[in-house]
């Protein structure tokens, strides 16, 4: 059974920094693109950043410059850096895993982060 599990998560002011990440068990994350999404309240899940398998990372415009997304196979763990947090950056924030192109078929539970002012 593949398990994606995030850590990290916490409260921080706006200016400051987390590191999420996220341990993957049950399968290799090797041939895995990788990728964070969020969600707040009563607001659809939102794609935040992704990796994939060759270390190719895309962001959302609003992270662009301040989230770096990374991968650690060897570990099979990725992770999330986030810098200048803004308040807009709260939420629970997801980790997911897509082996095929399509959608992300692995995901986390979350872990939640509030960014306050």
């Known amino acids: 059974q593949v398990q994606l599990v995030e850590s990290g998560g916490g409260s921080v002011q706006a200016g400051g920094s987390l590191r999420l990440s996220c341990a993957v068990s049950g399968r290799t994350m090797t041939n895995l693109d990788m990728g964070w999404f969020r969600q707040v309240p009563g607001k659809e899940r939102e794609f935040v950043a992704d990796?994939?398998?060759?270390?190719?990372?895309y962001y959302t415009d609003s992270v662009k410059g301040r989230f770096t997304i990374s991968r650690d196979d060897a570990k099979n763990t990725m992770a999330l850096l986030m810098n200048s947090l803004i308040p807009e950056d709260s939420g629970r924030y997801y980790c997911?895993?897509?082996?095929?192109?399509?959608?992300?078929?692995?995901w986390g539970r979350g872990t939640q982060v509030t960014v306050s002012s």
């Open positions: 990796i994939n398998s060759s270390g190719h990372a």
């Open positions: 997911a895993g897509q082996s095929a192109p399509g959608q992300f078929d692995y």
